[in-house]
């Protein structure tokens, strides 16, 4: 996915600060993609160069700092956001997780500490799936295309957080560590 058409299509919307354009990809689209503010910058310069968004700097009242720069899609930057939307698009599925990276070479660590890890990242995607089922009925008036991916993102985000709570359980039981962690929450309960 291009930084570059995802700006386009986000200020298809509505004008927005870079701040917000990336605020917006990490939390409607963070299943798909994920970028960091030193991609945005550089980019919105690159677009405003190529005349495909134009930025008005807006002082915000009662606000210390620079004047915060808006950016807008110009007719140049829509025509050319319709030409990428008409191309057929890149095959293949990319899924880009650190998390997942490490996972791959848990065998090489401490059992412990690999569960300990596993359970952060179900805590995360516990949050994630929590915040997901939030917004769904926001996205609910926004379009067919805007729903549904949407609720990709749910259905993605349930997945890898069965996928997780499997493994957690699987790797447990593989190092012995199963009884103990049993004790443990029966503990808890009582």
């Known amino acids: 996915m ?8 986000l200020l298809h919307y509505q004008p927005m600060h870079g701040y917000r354009i990336k605020e ?11 970028i960091n503010y030193g991609q945005i910058y550089p ?14 700097e807006e002082i915000c009242q009662g606000e210390k700092g620079p004047p915060r ?7 140049k930057g829509r025509a050319e956001f319709q030409r990428w939307l008409a191309e057929s698009p890149e095959r293949g599925m990319l899924l880009r997780d650190p998390f997942l990276m490490r996972f791959v070479f848990f065998d090489f660590g401490e059992d412990e500490r690999s569960l300990e890890l596993v359970d ?3 805590q995360s995607w516990e949050n994630q799936l929590a915040r997901r089922y939030a917004n769904l009925a926001r996205w609910e008036g926004a379009g067919v295309y805007v729903r549904l991916m949407a609720e990709l993102g749910v259905k993605t985000n349930e997945v890898l ?3 997780l709570k499997e493994a957690r359980q699987e790797i447990a039981a593989e190092a012995g560590l199963e009884s ?3 004790v443990t929450a029966f503990l808890k309960t009582e």
Do not use: V
């Not at 917006?24 to 994920?34: A, K, R, T, V």
């Open 180 to 182: 103990r962690e049993n």
């Open 24 to 34: 917006h990809i990490e939390q409607n689209f963070g299943h798909m993609w994920s």
């Open 161 to 163: 957080l069965a996928w």
């Open 120 to 122: 952060e990242q179900i």
């Open 2 to 9: 291009s930084l570059k058409y995802s700006i386009l299509g």
């Open 69 to 75: 720069k808006l950016y807008t899609i110009t007719d």
């Open 43 to 56: 980019n919105l310069k690159k677009m405003k160069d190529e005349a495909l968004i134009s930025m008005n």
